[in-house]
């Protein structure tokens, strides 16, 4: 019986990792299985902003991977969705992140970001604005696993994001 129960807390414990979708979703976690044709019509984003948006993966797998960013006051949120059937044109958004406290002169990118000077569009990164060609003062980075299909926090050594607009 003890020994029953110990496997059991142990199962929980390793699906609590590996099931992890929405760990930083915040308030939006919500928003995880939902299943769209216009990011820009989704009612949860209804009063902000939309900041960018792109397609995370090559256009040459069978899947399409985009991720995009919201804005309200200090609040950005980044999801990543998967259209599984190319001949369909719905998402379903598969994880998020929300980050809070975002003050003047700094802001959040995906879609645009490499690490280690190599391109890798499933970073996101929270950096300090900046007029130079990329934003190398990271603040805090995450990683869309496409494998598992969950973010994942990063180290920002060697992250940096294009300054677009600058």
């Known amino acids: ?66 991720s995009n960013v919201f804005k309200k006051g200090t609040s950005y949120v980044v999801f990543f969705s998967i259209r599984e059937d190319t001949s369909s044109g719905q998402f379903t958004i598969v994880d998020a992140v929300e980050i809070k406290g975002v003050q003047k002169g700094w802001t959040v990118r995906s879609s645009f970001c490499r690490q280690n000077k190599i391109e890798n569009n499933y970073i996101i990164a929270w950096g300090k604005e900046t007029t130079n060609e990329y ?27 294009m300054n677009i607009g600058c």
């Open 1 to 66: 019986m003890k020994s029953t129960f110990l496997l059991f807390i142990t199962v929980v414990f390793i699906q609590s990792f590996i099931y992890s979708q929405g760990k930083y979703a915040g308030s939006k976690k919500s928003l995880i299985g939902q299943v769209y044709t216009d990011y820009l019509e989704l009612p949860a984003f209804k009063g902000w902003t939309f900041m960018e948006g792109g397609v995370a993966n090559s256009l040459s797998d069978p899947e399409m991977i985009t």
């Open 135 to 161: 934003i190398k003062m990271i603040k805090k980075a995450w990683r869309f696993n496409p494998d598992k299909r969950r973010i994942e926090i990063r180290p920002v050594k060697g992250i940096d994001c």
